[in-house]
């Protein structure tokens, strides 16, 4: 079995199976997002449409096909939880530019 495959083994906790993300993963993952959106076809009034989680679940495919990352709980949850992390960073920054230009 490759470093991989074992680095991105499911995790059981008490709601159930959680998948651990890899940064192999997460920088596919970023790049086949920004890809979708500088192709346009998905957007709608700078928001993805509904059928974009099924063609980045086949972009991913292709870069990483032992990976098995399915639209429906994985790039779901984990577009939730870059949301997440990524607000926490840029309320920080927020804080820190607004204090900073408040000195001056």
């Known amino acids: 079995m490759s470093g991989f495959s074992q680095s991105s083994v499911s995790s059981q906790n008490s709601r159930g199976t959680k998948r651990k993300w890899v940064l192999e993963e997460d920088v596919a993952f970023v790049s086949c997002m920004v890809n ?6 998905f957007n ?21 096909p032992h990976a098995i990352l399915k639209a429906k709980p ?3 949850s984990r577009i939730r939880t870059l949301k997440r992390d990524w607000a926490i960073v840029y309320d920080i920054l927020s804080s820190h530019w607004e204090i900073c230009s408040n000195n001056y």
């Open 36 to 41: 979708l959106h500088n192709v346009g076809t």
């Open 74 to 76: 994985n790039l779901n």
């Open 44 to 64: 709608a009034d700078t928001r993805f449409n509904a059928s974009y989680l099924n063609e980045l679940e086949r972009m991913l495919e292709k870069v990483l």
